[in-house]
T-cell receptor
Framework: EAQVTQNPRYLITVTGKKLTVTCSQN?????MSWYRQDPGLGLRQIYY???????DKGDVPEGYKVSRKEKRNFPLILESPSPNQTSLYFC???????????FGPGTRLLVL | RKEVEQDPGPFNVPEGATVAFNCTYS??????FFWYRQDCRKEPKLLMS???SGNEDGRFTAQLNRASQYISLLIRDSKLSDSATYLC?????????????FGIGTKLQVIP
């Protein structure tokens, strides 16, 4: 089944404790992105990647890192999480030239 | 001015009603337009692309007005299952990558 998977789905952590949210797609898509969704603000892009080893900042990259060492994986790293990073996070992927983005199921993060 | 603006609603409509949502965008260079559907904080899913000539998919019709920089979504004969948040999405080229911007979404509640 073609899909985007994210782990963990739910995470409660404390300020300053490094965490990684994994994202994997099995559709051989070139483009991958991370978004966060907050009430009243909609989905905002954090980082995106156009292919392996090619990443760039989105609209709200502060406090986040990403890497794209393999085509299928695009982990999101929070080196020192803070409460303002409490949010719902979505990973998405898209085939180059395609209009459709496929989203993962989301990761709910609470930073205390 | 926000890049993509939507009325957050909620729009409460009876079953069988026709409902229309609008979305305005600020960048005249934007090239691609979409409506996504999101159920109760689950992942967004593509509902339909929006073309200059307009397009229809069953009870759903999408229109694009480039001169006034807005897109619309019309839902006829509303079903209970149409209750969801509808996200307007705009892609704008720039720097070798197409920036994707989401509206905050319009919430639709179809009432029995």
């Amino acid at each position: 089944e073609a899909q985007v998977t994210q782990n963990p789905r739910y995470l409660i952590t404390v300020t300053g404790k490094k965490l990684t949210v994994t994202c994997s797609q099995n559709m051989n898509h070139e483009y991958m992105s991370w978004y966060r969704q907050d009430p009243g603000l909609g989905l905002r892009q954090i980082y995106y990647s156009m292919n392996v080893e090619v990443t760039d900042k989105g609209d709200v990259p502060e406090g986040y890192k990403v890497s794209r060492k393999e085509k299928r994986n695009f982990p999101l790293i929070l080196e020192s999480p803070s409460p303002n990073q409490t949010s719902l996070y979505f990973c998405a992927s898209r085939l180059g030239g395609s209009e459709t983005q496929y989203f993962g199921p989301g990761t709910r993060l609470l930073v205390l | 001015r926000k890049e993509v603006e939507q009325d957050p609603g909620p729009f409460n409509v009876p079953e069988g009603a026709t409902v229309a949502f609008n979305c305005t965008y600020s960048n005249s260079a934007s090239q691609s337009f979409f409506w996504y559907r999101q159920d109760c904080r689950k992942e967004p899913k593509l509902l339909m692309s929006v073309y200059s000539s307009g397009n229809e998919d069953g009870r759903f019709t999408a229109q694009l007005n480039r001169a006034s920089q807005y897109i619309s979504l019309l839902i006829r004969d509303s079903k209970l299952s149409d209750s969801a948040t509808y996200l307007c999405v705009v892609r704008t080229p720039g720097g070798g990558y197409q920036k994707v911007t989401f509206g905050i979404g319009t919430k639709l509640q179809v009432i029995p």
